[in-house]
Every structure is written in structure tokens, then in C-alpha cells.
């Protein structure tokens, strides 16, 4: 395929891709009351081979031919990256320091009890064939099974908090406290599968070695460094001006630099986005930062990254009995280990059941986190196509669970005295 004809197809999926998006977002947003990045995953699923290339497959090999996944892959990791750099700008340390001893139990338990699983299941999980690849050894496998039963939604969590007015709330501070640990976690334990596979054990210890000292240079110095930055935009905002285009090309410089970096060390390219978030600034940089880029992120580029995860996702592949079997024997392990730990944890710190309930139907949602990790296991050869469906299934009822679950948990009766602002959709 020509470079004419790559623009020519490029234009046409992203037609395709923003008018699918809205569609299914409309309809699940106005009917189903679901918010819209949830049904943007469902969007993705439905432009891949499991609805659209099912019932049409030559006009769906015609808007995404196989030629065309490579860009389609670029535009997909740069705006997950963005993404998680929004994510990074709004990521609070103080919910740490408010709750920390009780939070830290939640995130423990919600951690413990989904590697315990995996470590029960992937035994099993590994007889089957295809689910993980040759070169995946059970370490591999046990690890990756349990970041991925383990990942919280937390941009998710922390938006339906906000929306409800929970977030000085012991169920929000606890549930985002413990989402936020939940997450850090995952990404570690992911880093290390990442860093410790298939190139040998001198990669791993220098990409591991490597990360550290990465984290280490954004935490302990990258904050002075980027001090100016912010004192430039509070200026700018003190004289009614908006953020300038010089500054604002030195902060997405900074973001490609911090992925290069993150890639080339042996992780990912999302870990350096969302470490640059966290460390940035607070105050005017921070709040314009996300008023620039949001909107285009989340309406263009991430649904760019769900079609991607789509069009690897063939749910036909769950119809075989034995794998629709696993599927459900995981999606169930899944809701056991996260929500019940989480529940059972909060229960223990003290709380009352329905905000225990609460807490444990928030962190039971996987959402965009455990898309991004097992589209990560399969770049990686960890995972095979058939495990990679089931997850993103799991990943999908999790998240639709989410909303009505909670409401029917805790909603009503918090309304009723109050406590909770009126249902609304996020967005």
C-alpha cells in the first residue's frame, strides 16, 4: 500500500472510528446510563472482527485492512500515553496522606487475594493451548494473570467519585486511595514481567535497574526542574492570558522524551507519560494542561486505542464450550477476588457494609487500566489472542457492573439522606 494510500484509508478509519464511537456512546449514555469511555469500549469491540467483520467482513477488511494497523497502532500508543499523562496530572497525593493506614489495607487485600488466585489458576490456564504463548513461562503467566485481575479503573473510580460528591467522603478517600496504590502496584509487577521476558536476565536487570533510576530522576528531581514551568503559567493565567504555544510545546516535548525514555529502558512508553503527570506542577499549568488536551485525547485519540484493542479482540474465538468455559471460570475469579477483598478489607477497617459494598463495587471495575495492560502482554508475547478476548470481555462486564451495581449498593439510600449528589453520567 502506497503512502497515498495509507492518508487515503487513515481518514476513512478515523471517520468510521469517531462516528462509531458516538453512536454506541449516545445510545449508552442515554439508555443504558452508562458513561461514555465505557461504551467507546464497547465501540472498539464492535468495529473489530467479533461484530462488524462477522457480519460484513469484506467492508470491514476494506476500512481497516491489515496494511493499516501499524499507523493505526502509533495513533493508538500516543493517545493512551497522552491519556495517562492526564491521568499522572490528576493523580492526588494528599488522599494518600488523609486515610493511608486503612487505605493501604484495602489496596493489600485487593492485591493479595487476585495473585493468590492467579496463582491457583494459572496452572490450569497454561494447559490450555493458546491462551499464553511458548515462550511464557508460569512465573510469567502467574504474574501477568495477577496484575490483570488486580488493575483497578482508577480514572475511571476517581471520575464517578467526583461526579457523585464523594470525594471527602470515607468511601471516596478510601476507595481512591486504594485504587491509586491498587494501580501503582500492577504497574510494578507488569514492569517486572515486561523487563524480565524473553530477552534474558541482563535486560531485565538493566531495564529494572533502568526504570528505578528513571523513577527515581522524576520523583526526586524532575519536580525543581520543572518549577519555572509552572511559575510561567500562573503568571500567563494572572494576566488573563491562555497557555502559549511555546509552553505548552515544551511540556509535550517533555511527554515524547519521558515515553522514549520509558520504551527504550525496556517498560512502556505509558509508564513515562504518567510519572511526567505526577510530577508536574500543580495549579494554573496543571488546569490548562488538561483543558487543551483532554478533549482531543479522550474524543479522538482514545478511541483510536479502543478500535486497536477491537480489532485483536474475537469474541467468536469464546463460542468453543471449553474456552467459553475459562472465560467465565475467569470473569467469575475476577469479581470474587477483587470485590470481595476489597469489601472484606473495608469491613475489617471499620466501615459500615453499605460503604463497604460501595468500596468493593468501585475497585471491582477494570475499565481502560486492563486494556491497556493485556494490550501490553499481547505486544509482548505474554499472552495469546483467546486469553487477550476474555479479558477484554472481563474488563467490559466489570465496568458496565460498575455504575448500576453501585447505585443499588449504595446510591439510593446515600441519596435518600443526602449524601450523594444526583446520578450523572460521566463523560
Not at 478500535?307 to 474456552?323: F, M
Amino acid at each position: 500500500m502506497s503512502i497515498a494510500q495509507l492518508s487515503v484509508a487513515f481518514f476513512l478509519q478515523l471517520f468510521f472510528i469517531l462516528a462509531i464511537c458516538r453512536l454506541v456512546g449516545w445510545l449508552g449514555t442515554r439508555y443504558l446510563k452508562q458513561p461514555q469511555v465505557v461504551c467507546e469500549m464497547i465501540a472498539g469491540v464492535i468495529l473489530g472482527p467479533s461484530l462488524f467483520g462477522l457480519l460484513a467482513p469484506d467492508l470491514q477488511r476494506l476500512v481497516f485492512p491489515p496494511d493499516m494497523k501499524g499507523v493505526l497502532y502509533v495513533g493508538a500508543q500516543f493517545g493512551v500515553g497522552l491519556y495517562m499523562f492526564l491521568v499522572g496530572l490528576g493523580f492526588r497525593t494528599d488522599h494518600f496522606k488523609s486515610n493511608v493506614r486503612n487505605a493501604a489495607a484495602v489496596s493489600v487485600s485487593g492485591m493479595a487475594v487476585p495473585f493468590a488466585v492467579a496463582v491457583l489458576m494459572t496452572p490450569w490456564l497454561m494447559q490450555v493451548p493458546g491462551l499464553f504463548t511458548e515462550s511464557a513461562s508460569r512465573f510469567h503467566a502467574t504474574l501477568f494473570m495477577g496484575a490483570a485481575i488486580a488493575i483497578t479503573a482508577f480514572p475511571m473510580l476517581a471520575r464517578i467519585i467526583h461526579e457523585r460528591g464523594l470525594s471527602h467522603t470515607a468511601l471516596g478517600t478510601l476507595s481512591l486511595s486504594a485504587g491509586a496504590i491498587d494501580d501503582a502496584a500492577a504497574w510494578c509487577v507488569l514492569a517486572i514481567v515486561l523487563a524480565s521476558f524473553g530477552a534474558g536476565s541482563h535486560v531485565a536487570v538493566t531495564a529494572i535497574a533502568g526504570g528505578l533510576a528513571f523513577a527515581v530522576v522524576m520523583i526526586f528531581i524532575a519536580p525543581r526542574l520543572l518549577a519555572p514551568l509552572g511559575r510561567m503559567a500562573e503568571r500567563e493565567q494572572a494576566l488573563g492570558r491562555p497557555l502559549s504555544p511555546t509552553l505548552m510545546s515544551i511540556v509535550l516535548m517533555l511527554f515524547a522524551l519521558s515515553a522514549f525514555v520509558a520504551d527504550a529502558i525496556g517498560l512502556h512508553a505509558v509508564f513515562g507519560g504518567f510519572l511526567l503527570g505526577t510530577v508536574m506542577p500543580r495549579g494554573a499549568l496543571c488546569d490548562q494542561l488538561r483543558k487543551t488536551l483532554e478533549p482531543f485525547t479522550v474524543v479522538v485519540l482514545l478511541p483510536m486505542f479502543f478500535t486497536y484493542s477491537g480489532l485483536n479482540t474475537q469474541l467468536t474465538i469464546v463460542s468453543d464450550p471449553q474456552l467459553l468455559l475459562v472465560a467465565m471460570a475467569v470473569l467469575a475469579a475476577s469479581i470474587f477476588a477483587k470485590f470481595g477483598a476489597c469489601w472484606a478489607a473495608a469491613r475489617l477497617c471499620g466501615q459500615d457494609n453499605r460503604t463497604a459494598l460501595g468500596i468493593g463495587t468501585l475497585m471491582n471495575s477494570r475499565g481502560l487500566m486492563e486494556l491497556i495492560i493485556i494490550n501490553i502482554g499481547l505486544q509482548a508475547g505474554v499472552i495469546g489472542p483467546a486469553l487477550f478476548s476474555m479479558l477484554v470481555l472481563m474488563a467490559i462486564v466489570t465496568t458496565l457492573m460498575a455504575s448500576p451495581v453501585f447505585e443499588w449498593v449504595y446510591g439510593r439510600e446515600a441519596r435518600a439522606r443526602g449524601e450523594l449528589n444526583a446520578l450523572e453520567t460521566p463523560t
